[in-house]
């Protein structure tokens, strides 16, 4: 598949507009620097809806990586299958102007503002392309993949990160979620706590609101590194030697 880009229209056009004009106006006080830097190196821009094959010489160029068109949400092995080879699954399509804040699936503003700019950051995307490689040992375990796509919701999609200057975002559905942006690191309601693979793999994910907590890491090597504990983790349940329930 590719991305038709003659046949976006005016709304498309208005839709991308917003959402970057206002993520990058709230973003630099909330976004971590390396997902900044990375919208700096991707060359997002206002007037300009992303363009896949310029994206991915600038991807290529940096981390190898490279993005994959795909419809809509994909099954989970051919997901981590691209992965795995270093192509993220982007969608290519806009959400309406009349549904600027909630999506039922993920758009082209999610996949691509939320998550190509940290593509470019070699332990993070390492982290990613690692997952993938021991989702794939056990793609046929449904409950295993269960617990693997909990770790990758609680970082790539809902990761915070302690830097110098403070607490700063990192997963692509709260940087793409100008509410859940300032949620996560300003609200009262929701538990912040140090990164944990094991408490993480043991907690469900939540789909239809802001979540309940955010694991917060040092760094994206600490995700990186943290991947002989997932197989770790993974190993223990396999021979039940760990139990997790639901
Ligand atoms: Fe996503």
Do not use: C
């Not at 309940?212 to 090597?221: G, P, T």
Request: net charge negative; proline share 4%; hydrophobic share 40%.
């Amino acid at each position: 598949m590719r991305q038709e880009y003659e046949k976006y229209t005016a709304e498309d056009m208005e839709v991308w507009n917003l959402l970057f004009e206002r993520q990058q106006q709230q973003l630099p006080k909330q976004a971590d620097e390396a997902f900044l830097e990375g919208v700096r190196i991707i060359g997002f821009k206002k007037d300009h809806i992303p363009n896949f094959e310029e994206m991915n010489v600038v991807l290529e160029k940096e981390t190898g990586w490279g993005l994959e068109v795909v419809k809509g949400l994909i099954p989970n092995k051919e997901f981590f299958e691209l992965l795995k080879a270093k192509r993220f699954p982007a969608s290519t399509w806009f959400r309406k102007l009349s549904e600027l804040e909630y999506l039922e699936e993920p758009d082209m503003f999610h996949d691509v503002y939320g998550h190509v700019p940290l593509l470019t950051n070699k332990n993070f995307a390492g982290f990613l392309q690692g997952l993938s490689e021991i989702a794939l040992k056990h793609i046929e375990d449904e409950w295993i993949i269960e617990l693997i796509s909990r770790l990758y919701w609680y970082t790539v999609e809902f990761g915070l990160i302690n830097k110098p200057e403070g607490l700063r975002i990192y997963g692509a559905g709260i940087l793409s979620s100008s509410g859940e942006s300032t949620y996560s690191l300003e609200s009262d309601i929701p538990i912040r706590t140090h990164f944990d693979v094991q408490e993480i793999m043991s907690t469900p994910y939540i789909k239809d609101r802001f979540q309940e907590k955010y694991w917060v890491i040092d760094s994206y090597k600490e995700l990186f590194d943290s991947l002989e504990q997932v197989e770790d983790v993974v190993n223990r349940v396999l021979t039940k030697d760990l139990i997790i329930e639901s």
